[in-house]
């Protein structure tokens, strides 16, 4: 399970920088998941509250977003939104495909008390 070393991760840069920002405690913690990530978003937040029942961020409260996937296809010359890694254009069937965006995993913003 991956999400678990994402999760340390995660949590690890949070507790960092409330600490550098002066603050006892995590509140909030916004994060993008790319729709093409290949990240359980369930795994992912129950493996951050886990990881963090001891420190800082212990009780935070995870949002996920989902950003949608965006390719450029080849062939037809547009802006597609693939439902998968690997599927073809929905346009033209296609499999020349540039994948934009989709599959970041980044923190947003994180709220401290």
Do not use: K
């Not at 950003?67 to 547009?78: D, G, M, R, S």
């Amino acid at each position: 399970m991956h999400e678990l070393m994402l999760a340390e991760s995660v949590v690890r840069l949070v507790e960092s920088t409330a600490r550098q920002a002066g603050a006892e405690r995590v509140t909030r913690v916004r994060l993008a998941l790319g729709a093409l990530a290949h990240v359980d978003p369930d795994a992912l937040l129950y493996c951050c509250e886990l990881v963090a029942r001891d420190g800082p961020a212990a009780g935070a409260v995870y949002e996920v977003e989902r950003p949608p996937a965006v390719a450029w296809c080849a062939n037809c010359l547009t802006e597609v939104t693939p439902p998968a890694v690997g599927a073809p254009c929905p346009g033209c069937g296609g499999f020349q495909l540039d994948i934009r965006a989709g599959e970041e995993m980044r923190v947003i913003d994180i709220a401290v008390a």
